[in-house]
């Protein structure tokens, strides 16, 4: 600073009056150093200029005077997160605000053509069970709908009973009030379909509409299926393959496992080739028991009766029927059909079985049984198999030296277990009877009849048997003159039987698990009036076949409890009090699931009564199941158990099983 004043000071004593170039000349030349010590100053001169400026603008108010800082007001500086918590919540508002813009601008939908309409059905109902269709439809865009119409379509077999709106286009269409922005509306159409088990039923429709202000019309379509389960019972027809011309053929309609019955009353009636009629039914349905409750069988005029009654209080129920046919015709089919038939005439189809019988003509008629049935059947593995054959001279001629034989195939026939009745000529899996072994085979008079009888075994699974044929296939043929000429004329009826699923139920009732340790609780062996519990555990097995409908069902005894602990990797275990019944539900099976397993547990408290007596903890399990490939319900049952634990080691060590 000392350096600069002295220059400032030089310069001063210069005359400023005097100019030209003496005067010029005159001035001493500055040196280097005193040239950048000038440089220095005037540089600090300039910031501090630049500092002054900028603390005048700082402390000047609005009108440019200086401020008085003793009376300055100071406001604390806002934090950081602040500060960045305000500009979060502008960007939070600008979005929301520019959201909300493009919602009500862009999100409404702008195509007119984005009505959507939905059907939705039932996946599944039975024949003749009321359900309801709900038509939905509804406006996404920002434009009113006008001129909106429906139609629908019903399957072809469904029965209209009412709408939530009346139609103004028969039972099908609707002229729809307009449908705002936005707006959601539906239609409900109630009804039911009579069909065949397992068909499916198709409902479809098409809605009509202008957005307001346009003429363009625009239309959406939907459909939805709907399967019929089944009638609500079972139904079979049990009949011979073979038909005899000119004779009197029977088959027996069966009913059974009546659960629902939506139908009412309804009918059967035939369809017969060329001149084939029906004989005759039975007016009344025989039963396995004299109790069980009949449906009533009415004529309902030419091959139509009507059965009247059908309820869940009914046992099976089997209608015999009797067809003939007259002459031999190529491709001749029988169809036997259930229907419903309406008050406005119109009929409903909703069982039917048709079948192609080998027309024989014959005067000596053979008819082959097994277990009672002379149709194709189900059976099981290790079961035995009781045929019957028998004979008939339907004619007026005598048949001499008759020669009968039964055949049976299948890899499953165990031909050591054969036995019979009446002796015959064995030839692998052939059976043959001559006069020699049934003397009244010398000569069949008309008119006269008999019988043999025989029974087989079939063997049970293996896990080796995997490619097998599962079918036991089953005939009988006869000849005269000592001689058997195969053909048709002289043939039996062939029964097909197939091998269910072999499935299996084991059933436990322990005090101790595998590991010895203690899965019960309470005195053992059990003492009158102490409480003792057992865990039941279950296993069941399947193979070959899928299967539905796959329960298990333990009765239990008056003096056994239910006790909670139920745990299974398959269905669910229920107790129903009502019952007294321990219920596993276990529904599909399919054969990927080769084992299922529960569990839970039971409870005695004897009284006096029980004591020193074996109490019976369970009178043996029922696994029922119906095989999807043989359509039969399989169902097997397990032993008793008793508090001696039949299946338990450890507890069987000191356990007697008698009440103290």
Do not use: C
């Not at 004043?5 to 001035?27: C, P, Q, T, Y």
């Not at 001169?45 to 800082?69: A, F, M």
């Not at 339907?394 to 001499?400: A, Y």
């Amino acid at each position: 600073m000392s350096e600069v004043k002295k220059i400032k000071k030089i310069l001063r004593v210069d005359r400023e009056d005097e100019s030209g170039l003496s005067a010029f000349v005159e001035r001493p030349v500055p040196s280097d150093k005193e040239v950048a010590g000038f440089e220095r100053a005037l540089g600090r001169e300039i910031r501090e200029q630049e500092i002054d400026d900028n603390l005048s603008e700082i402390y000047s108010d609005k009108q440019g005077d200086l401020v008085d800082v003793k009376k300055m007001k100071i406001k604390s500086r806002q934090l950081f997160i602040v500060r960045l918590f305000k500009k979060l919540l502008i960007l939070i508002i600008l979005a929301a605000a520019g959201y909300f813009a493009y919602t009500y601008f862009f999100g409404m939908n702008n195509d007119s053509s984005s009505l959507e309409l939905k059907i939705v059905a039932p996946e599944k109902v039975l024949a003749g069970e009321e359900f309801s269709y709900k038509i939905e439809y509804h406006n996404p865009s920002k434009f009113i709908l006008t001129k909106a119409h429906l139609e629908l379509q019903y399957p072809e077999n469904f029965i209209l009973t009412s709408n939530s709106i009346v139609p103004t286009s028969g039972n099908y269409g609707w002229d729809l009030p307009d449908i705002d922005a936005g707006a959601t509306a539906s239609l409900i159409i109630t009804g039911k379909l009579i069909n065949k088990p397992d068909s499916v039923n198709v409902i479809s429709g098409r809605l009509s509409y202008a957005p307001l202000n346009y003429s363009s019309q625009f239309k959406k379509e939907s459909s939805a299926s709907t399967l019929i389960s089944g009638p609500g019972f079972q139904v079979d027809l049990q009949y011979s393959n073979t038909a005899f011309l000119n004779q009197d053929n029977s088959m027996n309609l069966v009913i059974s496992d009546i659960k629902n019955n939506y139908l009412g009353d309804f009918n059967v009636s035939f369809a017969l080739p060329g001149d084939a009629a029906v004989a005759s039914t039975s007016t009344e349905s025989a039963s396995s028991s004299l109790l069980a409750k009949k449906v009533m069988i009415t004529k309902a005029g030419g091959a139509i009766w009507q059965i009247s009654g059908l309820s869940q209080e009914f046992g099976p129920q089997e209608i015999p029927l009797v067809y003939r046919i007259n002459s031999k015709l190529d491709g001749a089919e029988i169809s036997v059909r259930l229907e419903k038939k309406l008050e406005d005439g119109q009929s409903y189809i909703f069982w039917e079985k048709t079948f192609k019988p080998e027309l024989v003509k014959s005067d000596l008629n053979l008819t082959l049984f097994i277990n009672g049935a002379k149709s194709d059947n189900a059976v099981n593995f290790g079961q035995n198999l009781k045929y019957t054959l028998s004979y008939s001279n339907k004619g007026d001629n005598t048949f001499k030296e008759v020669v009968m034989m039964a055949t049976f195939n299948g890899d499953f026939l165990d031909l050591n277990s054969l036995t019979m009745g009446k002796p015959g000529e064995v030839k692998g899996n052939t059976v043959m009877w001559t006069k020699q072994e049934l003397p009244e085979l010398a000569e069949i008079k008309p008119g006269q009849e008999g019988e043999v009888n025989f029974t087989l075994s079939l063997l049970p699974y293996k896990e080796t048997d995997l490619g097998k044929n599962f079918n036991i296939v089953s005939y009988a043929q006869y000849g005269v003159n000592n001689q058997v000429t195969k053909g048709d004329e002289n043939k039996s009826n062939t029964i097909t039987s197939k091998i269910n699923s072999d499935l299996s139920l084991s059933e436990e009732i322990r005090y101790f698990n595998d590991d010895n340790q203690p899965v019960g609780s309470g005195p053992l062996p059990p003492k009158v009036s102490e409480k003792t519990s057992f865990k039941v555990y279950w296993v069941v097995k399947n193979n070959l076949h899928e299967l539905t409908d796959s329960k298990v069902v333990f009765d239990l005894p008056n003096n056994v409890n239910f006790d909670n602990g139920a745990n299974t990797n398959v269905g669910s275990v229920s107790y129903d009090n009502a019952n007294h019944q321990v219920i596993w539900e276990i529904g599909r099976l399919p054969v990927s699931v080769y084992r299922a397993d529960a569990e839970f547990n039971i409870s005695i408290t004897p009284n006096e009564n029980d004591r020193n007596k074996i109490l019976v903890l369970s009178p043996g399990s029922t696994v029922s199941a119906t095989d999807t490939e043989t359509k039969n319900t399989i169902s097997k049952k397990t032993g008793a158990k008793t508090t001696k634990l039949e299946d338990d080691d450890i507890a069987g060590i000191n356990n007697s099983g008698r009440v103290q």
